[in-house]
């Protein structure tokens, strides 16, 4: 069975910076990696995005991520969550498979591309990864591809954390996330062309080239 994926990508305000990162760094990860299942939890900042923030965690399967543990979290935000929720701004969340996965290693630099593909199947995740696979920056090949093609959400639309959120999440059908040693934006624009080129529709006002924070494993978690 494929690992299962969550994304998000988002802004906050700037206001709350501080206590944004102290709630994700000291409370959020470390409730999501204590779910039965999560398996690693990584945070990047945007060099290059609209959205500031994004945070990914992959899971033992898709299932992980609407079971009952998961569900139960997201149905009792904690003060802190309900006190952070409100200054996340242009939220895309989405969770699914992971279709495609090459993994060497972590990077350092990450490109996060969203595509349109309704009804994306696992032979379109394996082109879309050969072709990521090709993407070299700073002279050479990504440290890691994953494609995620994206499932049905029934846990984490209109919970009771997601109603503190001022706008509704935004969606997707697929995600590429491509991690290099280091990159530029024009590595990402590279990228971009080689997918467009290839027949594949690329969003424009979302993802871009992003640095890894922080990544955790849960095995990390006491």
């Known amino acids: 069975m494929p690992s299962g994926f969550l994304l998000i990508t ?14 994700y760094q000291f409370e959020h990860l470390d409730e999501r990696l204590g779910v039965p299942g999560f398996l690693t939890a990584r945070r ?3 060099q290059a995005s609209a959205q500031r923030y994004a945070a990914m965690y992959e899971t ?10 998961y569900a ?16 996340f701004k242009d939220v895309t969340r989405i969770i699914g498979r992971v279709a495609f996965k090459h993994d ?9 591309l969203f595509l349109d593909r309704p009804n994306a199947t696992d032979d379109d995740a394996q082109s879309i990864g050969r072709i990521a696979m090709q993407a070299r920056a700073a002279g050479l090949a990504p440290e890691a591809v994953r494609v995620v093609v994206v499932e049905h959400d029934n846990v984490g639309v209109d919970t009771p954390e997601s109603r503190y959120r001022p706008t509704p999440d935004r969606k997707a059908h697929v995600a590429l996330v491509v991690e290099w040693l280091q990159a530029t934006s024009a590595d990402v624009q590279e990228l971009r062309t080689s ?21 955790r494993v849960r095995e990390a978690v006491p």
């Open 10 to 23: 988002h802004d906050v305000g700037t206001a709350s910076e501080s206590e944004f990162q102290s709630w």
């Open 195 to 215: 997918l467009a080129r290839a027949g594949w529709k690329v969003e424009s006002d979302r993802g871009g080239l992003y640095r890894l924070l922080c990544a």
């Open 44 to 46: 990047y900042i945007s």
């Open 104 to 112: 060497r290693g972590a990077g350092g630099a990450g490109a996060i």
């Open 60 to 69: 033992l399967s898709p299932d992980v991520l609407r079971s009952p543990a």
């Open 72 to 87: 139960a979290l997201m149905g009792k935000p904690s003060e802190k969550t309900r006190a952070i929720m409100p200054h």
